[in-house]
Protein backbone atom coordinates (compact mmCIF):
# COMPACT_ATOMS: atom_id res chain seq x y z
CA UNK A 1 0.00 0.00 0.00
CA UNK A 2 1.21 3.79 -0.86
CA UNK A 3 -0.56 6.25 1.93
CA UNK A 4 0.26 10.17 0.61
CA UNK A 5 -0.63 12.20 4.13
CA UNK A 6 -1.33 15.75 2.75
CA UNK A 7 2.18 15.94 0.65
CA UNK A 8 4.14 16.29 3.58
CA UNK A 9 4.76 12.48 4.16
CA UNK A 10 3.95 9.28 2.52
CA UNK A 11 3.63 5.61 3.95
CA UNK A 12 4.50 2.43 2.53
CA UNK A 13 3.03 -1.04 3.72
CA UNK A 14 4.39 -4.18 2.41
CA UNK A 15 2.76 -7.82 2.76
CA UNK A 16 5.27 -10.26 3.63
CA UNK A 17 5.80 -14.05 4.50
CA UNK A 18 7.49 -14.70 7.75
CA UNK A 19 9.62 -17.77 7.95
CA UNK A 20 8.99 -17.80 11.91
CA UNK A 21 7.31 -16.05 14.85
CA UNK A 22 9.87 -14.23 16.50
CA UNK A 23 9.91 -10.52 16.36
CA UNK A 24 13.10 -8.25 16.73
CA UNK A 25 13.24 -5.88 19.44
CA UNK A 26 10.89 -2.70 18.41
CA UNK A 27 12.38 0.57 17.31
CA UNK A 28 12.39 3.84 19.14
CA UNK A 29 9.01 4.71 16.83
CA UNK A 30 7.09 1.34 17.77
CA UNK A 31 6.09 1.20 21.87
CA UNK A 32 4.06 -2.17 21.47
CA UNK A 33 4.96 -4.76 18.23
CA UNK A 34 2.64 -8.01 18.66
CA UNK A 35 1.20 -10.73 16.69
CA UNK A 36 -2.88 -10.61 16.82
CA UNK A 37 -5.24 -12.67 15.61
CA UNK A 38 -7.62 -11.06 13.32
CA UNK A 39 -10.54 -11.42 15.89
CA UNK A 40 -7.93 -10.23 18.37
CA UNK A 41 -6.71 -6.80 16.64
CA UNK A 42 -7.67 -4.09 18.90
CA UNK A 43 -8.33 -1.36 16.58
CA UNK A 44 -9.39 1.44 18.98
CA UNK A 45 -5.63 1.38 19.80
CA UNK A 46 -3.90 1.83 16.93
CA UNK A 47 -1.55 4.48 16.40
CA UNK A 48 -2.72 5.59 12.68
CA UNK A 49 -5.40 5.25 10.07
CA UNK A 50 -3.30 4.25 7.98
CA UNK A 51 -2.14 1.30 9.89
CA UNK A 52 -5.81 0.87 10.08
CA UNK A 53 -5.85 0.94 6.14
CA UNK A 54 -3.49 -1.77 5.14
CA UNK A 55 -4.58 -4.15 7.40
CA UNK A 56 -8.42 -3.41 6.36
CA UNK A 57 -6.86 -3.70 2.80
CA UNK A 58 -4.60 -6.98 3.30
CA UNK A 59 -7.31 -9.06 4.81
CA UNK A 60 -9.73 -8.26 2.23
CA UNK A 61 -6.76 -9.36 -0.51
CA UNK A 62 -5.10 -12.13 1.89
CA UNK A 63 -6.18 -14.91 -0.86
CA UNK A 64 -4.83 -13.34 -3.59
CA UNK A 65 -1.18 -14.32 -4.76
CA UNK A 66 -0.43 -11.18 -6.69
CA UNK A 67 -3.30 -8.42 -5.09
CA UNK A 68 -2.85 -4.13 -6.84
CA UNK A 69 -1.36 -2.21 -4.50
CA UNK A 70 -3.61 0.19 -2.45
CA UNK A 71 -3.05 3.93 -3.42
CA UNK A 72 -4.70 6.47 -1.19
CA UNK A 73 -4.02 10.26 -0.56
CA UNK A 74 -5.18 12.24 2.39
CA UNK A 75 -5.63 15.63 1.85
CA UNK A 76 -6.58 18.97 4.38
CA UNK A 77 -9.64 20.82 2.30
CA UNK A 78 -9.86 24.46 2.34
CA UNK A 79 -12.32 24.63 5.39
CA UNK A 80 -9.68 22.65 6.86
CA UNK A 81 -11.04 19.15 6.92
CA UNK A 82 -9.32 16.02 6.58
CA UNK A 83 -10.45 14.28 2.68
CA UNK A 84 -9.19 10.89 1.72
CA UNK A 85 -9.26 9.82 -1.89
CA UNK A 86 -8.55 6.26 -3.71
CA UNK A 87 -5.98 6.04 -6.50
Known amino acids: AIYNLAGMQVQMIYRAELENDEIELPGH ?3 DVRFFAWGDIPWEELAFPTV ?3 L ?3 RGV ?3 SNPPV ?3 TKQV ?3 G ?3 VEEG
Open 62 to 64: KEE
Open 52 to 54: SWG
Open 70 to 72: QER
Open 56 to 58: EYA
Open 77 to 79: TID
Open 29 to 31: ESS
Open 81 to 83: KWK
